[in-house]
């Protein structure tokens, strides 16, 4: 196959996981995209700052393109898990506004490199030599990866659910036929944990 063809494929998925990742700020307080959800602090605004902060570095810095912005929660001395929260000094619109930089960045590198030039990750070992396809590929998985957490995060806030709103993707049901559904699911689920009460 044609490798302009494979690269806009490529690229053309790789915009609609940004964009589905940014769907899931939409309409919330930022409370809402700052709360923590699960154990680990998941949350909605601390992904988007997670996959901008990786896209830039994966797709800049290991080609031989830096970013030029600083990432503070990347450095050696940073807290654990830095990149996957914002500080209250760090707002939604400096965490979309560094995502959209990152796009516009990682673009750039895909519009001027050819997919066989090589890159280095140094803490990839034993060989952290990369092709610009093969990283491609794996901040397109990264991207999409973390917008399935993002998806399951907001159901959680809000109930909303879908890969975008123009793309809802999911069976048309009402409130009571997802929660008949759910239940449904429920008592599979505790018949599968004990078969001997099943019907």
Known sequence: MDAVV????????????RE????????????????????TGTNLLGIVKHV?????W?????????????????EDDAEPNADMWATPDQTRADIVGLYRRAWAHS??????????VMGE?????????????????HV???????????????ELI???????TSNWNLPSLDEAAWQAHRDQLERVARQADHPSDSP
């Open 6 to 17: 494979v690269k806009s494929d490529l690229h053309r998925y790789l915009q609609e996981g």
């Open 20 to 39: 589905a990742l940014l769907w899931k700020l939409e309409g919330l307080s930022d409370y809402a995209i700052r709360r923590p959800m699960v154990r």
């Open 52 to 56: 901008a902060s990786v896209e830039a």
């Open 58 to 74: 994966y797709l800049g810095d290991v080609f031989g393109r830096p970013f030029g912005q600083p990432l503070p929660w990347f």
């Open 107 to 116: 673009d750039a590198t895909l519009e001027a490199l050819d997919l066989d």
């Open 121 to 137: 990750v140094p803490w990839w070992s034993p060989n952290g030599r990369i092709s610009l396809h093969r990283m491609l590929v």
């Open 140 to 154: 397109l998985a990264e991207t999409h990866r973390h917008a399935g957490h993002a998806d399951v995060v907001r």
């Open 158 to 164: 809000d109930g909303a659910a879908g890969l975008q």
